[in-house]
């Protein structure tokens, strides 16, 4: 027969150690793999070494052991280390999940040795149903952020231009387009000015008036007055208004 093998997932070194010398004692043919003290190393073991059984603490760093369990279901048999209380294990017994309660109890290891042992046998018990009630969904990775643009295709007159968006100094609404101004010229997006920002680098492109968009880059200097902020622009000639509403991005300035 061959020799049944297991992975320990604790991170709390006397558990871990009582776990293993009980282990020891009441199952000498088992052979502990390995051991991890999180969750996320406790995994890649676990997808590594394919042991038959791994028993896991519920509350580990970073992966707790619900989280692990979802990622290795169907793959080993699965004994939950816990700290909850008995009246919450009712739900442990219900779902045919072994657990084992800290302070670890040898009587109680015992009987899950036991169980196991028939266990064994069998492939490992479907944990999906359990697994929805006690650990929430797991989110889907969150959505990659689109890079910010580099080119615009935008026209000036009867022509098409590629505007690098660096050379733009800043881009200013007219009605349903924007323009985007730059040393070569003024060039005309078929974008308003909202769904462009929304493409646009957000630590390089300040919205500083409703109508407004900066390049950071290009910008020379700010200056206060009793009138009012502004904006000057390296070219020493343009002079762009700040709105009120826009005016706190510049204090720390």
């Known amino acids: 027969m061959k020799t049944p093998t297991a992975l320990l997932i604790e991170d709390e070194p006397l558990p871990r150690q009582r776990?293993?010398?009980?282990?020891?004692?009441?199952?000498?043919?088992?052979?502990?793999?390995?051991?991890?003290?999180?969750?996320?190393?406790?995994?890649?073991?676990?997808?590594?070494?394919?042991?038959?059984?791994?028993?896991v603490d519920i509350r580990l760093p970073g992966l707790d052991g619900l989280q692990l369990a979802r990622r290795i279901k169907g793959l080993c048999h699965i004994v939950f280390v816990t700290a909850y209380d008995a009246h919450a294990l009712t739900?442990?017994?219900?779902?045919?999940?072994?657990?084992?309660?800290?302070?670890?109890?040898?009587?109680?290891?015992?009987?899950?040795?036991?169980?196991?042992?028939?266990?064994?046998?069998?492939?490992?018990?479907?944990?999906?149903?359990?697994l929805q009630q006690w650990a929430p969904p797991e989110l889907p990775p969150?959505?990659?952020?689109?890079?910010?643009?580099?080119?615009?295709?935008?026209?000036q007159g009867d022509r098409l231009h590629l505007v690098m968006v660096a050379d733009v100094s800043h881009f200013r609404s007219d009605n349903k387009y924007t323009c985007a101004v730059t040393p070569e010229g003024e060039f005309l997006l078929r974008l308003s000015l909202r769904e462009l920002l929304a493409q646009l680098d957000p630590d390089q492109f300040w919205q500083i008036h409703r109508a407004v968009v900066i390049n950071l880059a290009q910008v020379a200097r700010v200056e206060r007055s009793l009138t009012g902020m502004e904006v000057l622009l390296k070219d020493n000639r343009t002079r762009l208004p700040v709105s009120q509403s826009f005016q706190p991005r510049f204090k720390p300035m």
Not at 33 to 38: V, Y
Not at 95 to 115: F, H
């Open 142 to 155: 969150a959505p990659v952020a689109a890079a910010p643009l580099r080119w615009l295709q935008a026209s």
């Open 91 to 130: 739900a442990f017994d219900q779902g045919a999940v072994d657990y084992l309660l800290k302070p670890l109890a040898t009587e109680r290891l015992r009987e899950t040795v036991q169980r196991l042992q028939q266990r064994l046998q069998l492939p490992p018990a479907e944990l999906a149903r359990w």
């Open 19 to 55: 776990l293993r010398e009980g282990l020891a004692e009441l199952w000498p043919q088992l052979q502990l793999l390995a051991e991890a003290e999180d969750g996320e190393r406790g995994l890649a073991l676990a997808l590594e070494l394919r042991p038959d059984i791994v028993f």
